[in-house]
Each structure stands twice: as structure tokens, then as C-alpha cells.
């Protein structure tokens, strides 16, 4: 499943097998592309879609399989991603071997359980359950200092951080692409807005079609594109809202930098990050961004100089936001210069020379230095 918790993921197995680390990696069976092959490092367990959400596979692992196939790996250090049936795997291969667990948090299952199951009842209870989970680990990984107090407050106190990068050189404003923009219909004079992310009822897209609705046609030269894949696409084309188009899923890598750098705005309404990866992609490719200040987003950005914030969930200061942004060139360009300054600041190196000096001290303890 293509998500920013996938994409993070997959990025770690390549920064540590880069840095020269060995890597195995287990996960659900998701269905293939005809003659592509798995990567070397996964082991697949067998899974079936979620009954609650179907883009997502559950995974049903056998035990005794993973532990025997980790057994001959020998790992230093088991990192368990997940908080469900795979992450209980994790702990119980962890317990086997003898070895320390790293738990990372990555999704805010209370704007989840709220927003699209209506059970956000379930939160105190669920609560238990994670911090049982948690308290398993040696630390818990947070994407943000706003989500780490999130969980802090939460009863989950052994936290630390593992933030996000970005690859400058790949996330570029010299990607913009004239052909790409005539596949929308957006000529050199006309507006292209973006989203770029999981098209699905959490993100919030409902409301952004209400916002641009209610633009009508101020801004009848401006196409609104929708890049990625999720369960809300055929209801985003039974709705028909005028200049509004599905790109669908574009492949990590080139496509996708030109999707980014090839757009003049970017906007994103969702309140259930815990990092925003997208934003930060669409900062370093030179875009000015209208975003819901909600979320982990708000800690890389800043009203007025690289973002423009707007109220969470409310669907005029979504309108009257993007009506601002796309009405004032320069504002646009201020915010866009902003926005490439806050992205050139986080590097991936850092990050992951980080994390691996945290998996060290986990395995072998701190280096402690002492005054001559």
C-alpha cells in the first residue's frame, strides 16, 4: 500500500542497507504487478484485506515461521512499525531472541476513529491496549515533538524523536513541466492547484471540494488535481465538481517530482498527520502551500512565511485561503521562497545517522565520555 508510513519505511531499509546494515523486513502479502518481483530483504506473511478498510492488508503471521526465519538472521535489534497482529509478532521474535525493541508511532488512530468510523468511544480503551504495546519497547519513536506530547500526555512517557527528511535533489522546482501541466488543461497564464496524498475520507478531500464549490468560477482558469490512490476516487468522479481531476498514483521518483514542481499552489486540508511528508515534498519544490493548521504539520511551518494556515475542518477558511493564495502572485512567490529555505534545512542524512546512533545505544548502551 503506497502511504507516507510505506514510503518511510522503505526509505529506512535503504538508508541502513546503504550505511551498510543488514535488513529484514516483515509485512503483509500485498498483491503484485504483474512481473515485479519482491524485494530481497521481505518476508511476507499471509494476510487479507480489512474488513474496515480494504486498501489495507491484516496480516495473520505464523509464529513459528517468523521466529525460525529470524532466528537465522540474528538480529541485533527488532523494530516493530506496526501496534496490530505484526508488531505483537515483533515483540514475541524480540522475546524469543533475547533481543531490544524500538516501537515507532506513525498514524493518530483518534482523528481515525473519530472521522471515519465514529468510534471514537473506543479511544479510552484502545489507549490501554497501546500503552501495554508500548511499554514493551525500550522507546517509542514519534515523528514530531507535537505528537510525542500527544503521547506523552497519553500515559506513554519513554519517547524520543525520529523525524523526516527530505531529498533535495529529487523534490525540485526544476522538475516544472509544461507537458505535464497541458495533460490538466493548465496553460502558461492558468492556475494548477495540487494535492498530492491518499485519496481518502481522513485527508479530508470532502471538504475541499466544498471549498472549491464555493470559489465557483473566481478563478475559472485554475484546475484542481488530485494526485494518488485510495477508496474516495469514485466518489470524487460521481460528484463532477467542475475543474476538478483525478491524477491517480504516480510513482516515487521523477513523475512524481514533476507533479509537485509543475503545480502553483498546494493544499492540504488534512488534520490527521503526524508529520506530513507531502508537505514537505511540495516545500522543497518550490510551492506555496494552504494547509490546516492542525496536526504534526504545524512543526515546519509558519504562517505568513512558509505556508499559509487555515482553521482545521472548516471549509470557508479552506476557501478563503486558497481564494487568497491564488489571488496574489506575490504572496505566492513569498511564501514559496520560505517554503524552499525551511525544506534545504532537513536533510535524510541527518535523520537517519540519528536513528542509527539510537539503535546503538539501545543495543550497547551509551557512550558515556569522562572529563581527563
Known sequence: MVSGVGVTLVRLADALMARGHHVRVYAPSYPMELGVRDRAEVFRVPSVPFFLYRDVQWAFPRLKNVI??????????????????????????????????????????????????????????????????????????????????HMNRRGVHHTGIWSRGIDAGLFHPRFRSDAYR??????????????????????????LLDAWELLG??????????VGRGPLEDDIRRRAVPRVQLAGLLPQGRELAEAFASADLFVFPSTSETFGNVLLEAMA???????????????????????????????????????????????????????????????????????????????HGPIVTRAA
Not at 532466528?71 to 531490544?100: I, Y
Not at 479552506?318 to 513569498?334: E, V, W
Open 68 to 149: 525460525e526465519d529470524a532466528r537465522g538472521f540474528r538480529p541485533d535489534l527488532v523494530h516493530v512499525a506496526t501496534e496490530f497482529s505484526l508488531g505483537v509478532t515483533g515483540l514475541k521474535v524480540a522475546r524469543a531472541l533475547d533481543v531490544p525493541v524500538v516501537a515507532s508511532a506513525h498514524t493518530d488512530y483518534e482523528q481515525y476513529a473519530a472521522k471515519y468510523y465514529g468510534v471514537g468511544w473506543a479511544i479510552r480503551a484502545g489507549w490501554h491496549y497501546m500503552r501495554w504495546f508500548y511499554g514493551q519497547a525500550e522507546t517509542v519513536l514519534c515523528p514530531t515533538r507535537l505528537f510525542e506530547r
Open 182 to 207: 497541458s495533460r490538466f488543461g493548465a496553460g502558461e497564464r492558468d492556475l494548477l492547484v495540487t494535492y498530492v496524498g491518499r485519496i481518502a475520507r481522513e485527508k479530508n478531500l470532502d471538504m
Open 217 to 226: 468560477t473566481r478563478h475559472h482558469n485554475a484546475q484542481l488535481v488530485l
Open 285 to 363: 519544490s518550490g510551492l506555496p502551500s494552504v494547509v490546516a493548521a492542525a496536526g504534526g504539520v504545524l512543526e515546519m511551518t509558519r504562517h505568513g512565511d512558509n505556508s499559509w494556515l487555515v482553521e482545521p475542518d472548516d471549509v470557508d477558511a479552506l476557501r478563503a485561503g486558497l481564494d487568497r493564495l491564488m489571488s496574489d502572485r506575490a504572496l505566492r512567490l513569498q511564501l514559496a521562497t520560505g517554503a524552499l529555505a525551511t525544506a534545504r534545512g532537513r536533510s535524510w542524512d541527518r535523520v537517519y545517522d540519528r536513528l542509527v546512533e539510537d539503535y546503538r545505544n539501545i543495543v
